[in-house]
């Protein structure tokens, strides 16, 4: 079985830096290895079309470079998604929109073996991530326990009931969704203003003081700063069509401008 880098650096308290992408092309994933400064890539399922066999051939991908491939899905159909994700090859689930400790709960279950001890709902299936001599084996199991479960808090109900939902078991890191929060409180588009700031703050500090790393995405590292004043270690650089739209508009209008003169 394949270790599971993103779960060894959370084990031993590291921090970790990944990068996200929409495209399915696996090939994206093989140059981002190239750079050699990520601990792992994450697929952007929720936003980006793809069927079943690219989830395969994004993890080959990310595996040639001993990238942790992690995998941000949607609500809807979230336990067939991510079960599929996981064997193909997926090490971590981003689940989206939890709204309550009983969601938080379900999402931790879809990706836990479904043992007497963990009370998953992951049965022995014979997929890519495991060799077929040791699916449902003690190595099998031990992988599903170690897929790290990545929460969104983005929505009202989720701020209101942080509390409950961080004491949730098998948790294993938050991230802060701004577009989605404010869209939940009727101000959308409203991300950096100063009261949807200060609940940025409560989630993350909130987060580390019971123990559980947050995540920051950034677009740039001198965006970390803040961050890491609030105790976070653990950061998202940027994505990719993110990155080529900036370089297009900037480098175009640059270009178009000695055109014109």
Known sequence: MRPNRLRELLRAGKPTLGTRVMSPWPTVIEVLGQAGQFDYVEYLAE???????DLDNLCRAAELSDLTPIIKIDQAGCEYVAQRAVGAGFQGVLFTDCRSAEEARHYVRIVRPETPQDGGLYGAAPRRFSPRSQVGGAEYVQALRDVV??????KREAVERLDEILAVPGIDMIQWGPGDYT??????????DPETKTVERKVFETAIRRGIPARA????????????????RHFSLNVDLWILLNWWAVNGKTLRERLSA
């Open 47 to 53: 936003y980006s079309p793809s069927h079943l066999g």
């Open 149 to 154: 479960v990545i929460l969104m808090i983005e």
């Open 183 to 192: 869209v939940s409180i009727g101000k959308p588009g409203a991300r950096t």
């Open 217 to 232: 995405e950034i677009a740039a590292p001198a965006d970390a700063e803040y961050y890491l004043d609030l105790g976070v």
